[in-house]
């Protein structure tokens, strides 16, 4: 291996910030040096660093998207997601689906290929198994509605669930929140309409998702 610089210019060390001022630090060693102490003291304060904080990095995460341009639909992701969350608002839907149509696609443009799976992955152990099940399906759920772009798509891919217990919600979904909620003409509630929703969902009990 070649030797490296000595010193990197701009590199500094840094101490970050507790969440909460009262709350104790662990030592700056390596993971394997911290003692039973340690690691009670961050059992302690874990828990409520992400019951205060998940909802607003998830929300922060959201914002990037607001002004990024798009490769062809009229609307940007953003845009995309506000539309779905408002028609599922206007549908009186409950609170849960409401938050779940506002973030289906938050991974669209950093995992294009597997966002149902991120977006699952993020919102699964806030959500009912329902929500999880259609959340990690519902791309094939939306390749339905493509037409005439067979090669890439299959509209009949969703068959393969057909006459499971959440497969017309998988396919309600894609049809009335997802599909449509491209259309420039369409007048969307501000985010801030969802905000404390989404701080609700982040706020319950995370229930444990079984690894499949
Ligand atoms: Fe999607
Ligand atoms: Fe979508």
């Not at 597997?114 to 959340?135: C, D, I, Q, T």
């Amino acid at each position: 291996m070649a030797d490296g610089p000595d010193r990197i210019p701009g590199a500094r060390a840094v101490t970050s910030p507790l969440h909460r001022p009262e709350w104790e630090y662990v030592p700056g060693v390596p993971m394997e040096d911290l003692r039973r102490t340690d690691w009670e003291i961050l059992e302690r304060q874990r828990p409520v660093f992400y019951a205060e904080n998940q909802a607003d990095a998830v929300l922060r995460m959201f914002d990037t998207m607001r002004e990024e341009p798009t490769f062809g639909y009229r609307v940007n992701n953003y845009q995309h997601c506000l539309q779905a969350a408002t028609r599922a608002y206007l549908d009186r839907r409950d609170e849960e689906d409401i938050v779940v149509a506002l973030l289906h696609d938050i991974g669209f443009v950093v995992v294009p290929s597997r966002h149902g799976a991120f977006a699952a992955e993020l919102l699964g152990p806030y959500v009912s198994e329902r929500n999880r099940w259609m959340l990690q399906r519902h791309q094939v759920f939306g390749d339905h509605h493509v037409k005439e772009f067979p090669r890439l798509f299959d509209p009949e891919g969703r068959e393969r669930w057909r006459g499971h217990e959440f497969f017309d919600w998988g396919a309600e979904f894609a049809e009335k929140y997802d599909q449509g909620a491209i259309d420039p003409r369409f007048e969307s509630a501000p985010l801030d309409l969802f905000v404390p929703m989404v701080r609700r969902l982040f706020s319950r009990r995370p229930r444990t998702i079984p690894t499949e």
